[in-house]
């Protein structure tokens, strides 16, 4: 009898120990690919390829400010090109324990309209790109399971605790630097039918960069890439640069 309690606390210790493991993994990602330095500043060039090959492109500047690892945060993405989205703004507040805030300034309205969390698996801004990946899905949303390994990723399989537009979604962390570099999603059929990868990693100032980032639908046959520049860290903004008021009156300091 012994024995046999001694092996059932063994089994239970293991797993425990496992899914700590995961977490700490993913919570390692979810830091290396959104939370390097106190805060941050890009050029954004984006690219939109319809499955007819047509393009379309963007030029955005993105802000970053982080209140703490890991929990609050706050995105401020301004659209410089072309002509049609010039000022347009996109502003996110991530929060903890409950909905971000996510606001969007459309000049040629005078229009601020507040994104619905019900909305944040949309496009963002006709890409291919959601507005949740702009600024990244909470990782209290999924159940983490390690499925497999080799020398260089870590493969994790993510479970969504309530419906979403996807199962479940599959992410390579390299083990060197934590980054997540491919995200495999798939449908009720059990089929991949969108990927989001790393296709350029840098280190900037000391920080692994992802520098192309590529959202393909592969079920629509269209595709977007997002190409990083000018990227700098630690830069000292301010918080109240990320508040409604700027929405309409981009901080030009920060923004040249």
Request: glycine content about 6%; hydrophobic content about 35%.
């Amino acid at each position: 009898m012994k024995k046999v309690c001694l092996i059932f606390i063994l089994l239970v210790w293991g797993s425990f120990t496992f899914s700590a493991d995961v977490n700490e993994i993913v919570s390692k990602a979810y830091n290396a690919a959104y939370y390097s330095g106190e805060d941050g500043r890009a050029t954004v060039d984006m690219e939109i390829v319809d499955k007819n090959g047509r393009i379309r492109k963007r030029r955005i500047i993105m802000l970053r400010k982080d209140i703490s690892d890991g929990n609050e945060q706050m995105y401020y993405a301004y659209f410089k090109e072309p002509s049609d989205v010039k000022n347009m703004v996109f502003m996110v507040h991530k929060n903890i324990g409950k909905d971000d805030d996510r606001w969007l300034y459309l000049p040629a309205l005078d229009l601020v309209k507040r994104i619905a969390s019900t909305d944040k698996r949309s496009s963002f801004v006709g890409s291919d790109f959601t507005y949740e990946d702009i600024s990244g899905r909470s990782i209290t949303e999924d159940i983490h399971e390690l499925t497999g390994e080799d020398s260089s990723y870590y493969i994790i399989k993510n479970t969504p605790k309530t419906p979403e537009d996807f199962s479940y979604f599959v992410t390579y962390i390299d083990k060197k630097n934590y980054l997540p570099v491919k995200a495999d999603y798939y449908n009720s059929s059990g089929k991949i039918y969108r990927r989001i990868s790393a296709e350029k990693v840098e280190v900037i100032d000391g920080f692994p960069t992802i520098m192309i980032m590529k959202a393909d639908e592969i079920e629509k046959g269209s595709y977007t890439i997002n190409r990083f520049s000018d990227v700098v860290y630690n830069l000292g903004m301010e918080e109240d640069i990320f508040t409604e008021r700027y929405l309409r009156r981009p901080p030009r300091k920060w923004l040249r």
